[in-house]
């Protein structure tokens, strides 16, 4: 999947938690989110500060649908909450592989 379509599918998945998410999928996102994100604080800390709290919206659903396409339940989601090690551990789930469907 391309940059751009991981980025909108993502959007347009905001409200879906079922299915799964891709390696690509979600890491293609987060990408496109950093480049907006640098060229809005270029621009302008109001609009870089919404589109954070935006960035909620898709970015809830696509975590959870990654983690159940390596097969973790949703709740290991919370695992971000926990400092330093915790987003580690997250981040590394992220890059695991998909399981075979």
Same mark, same amino acid.
């Given at each position: 999947?391309?940059?751009?379509? /991981? #980025?909108?599918?993502? &959007? $347009?998945?905001? #409200?879906?938690?079922?299915?799964? $998410?891709?390696?690509?999928?979600? &890491?293609w996102f987060v990408l496109a989110n950093l480049i907006v994100l640098m060229i809005l604080l270029r621009i302008s800390d109001v609009l870089y500060t919404t589109y954070?709290? /935006?960035?909620?919206?898709p970015g809830i659903p696509l975590a959870v649908r990654r983690l159940r396409d390596i097969g973790k339940p949703?709740? &290991?989601? #919370?695992?971000g909450l926990i400092p330093i090690i915790g987003t580690i551990w997250l981040i590394v789930l992220f890059c695991q592989p998909s399981l075979s469907a």
């Open positions: 999947m391309r940059l751009i379509e /991981a #980025f909108t599918s993502a &959007w $347009s998945r905001s #409200f879906d938690y079922e299915g799964r $998410s891709n390696r690509g999928d979600y &890491w954070s709290v /935006a960035t909620i919206v949703w709740p &290991w989601i #919370f695992l």
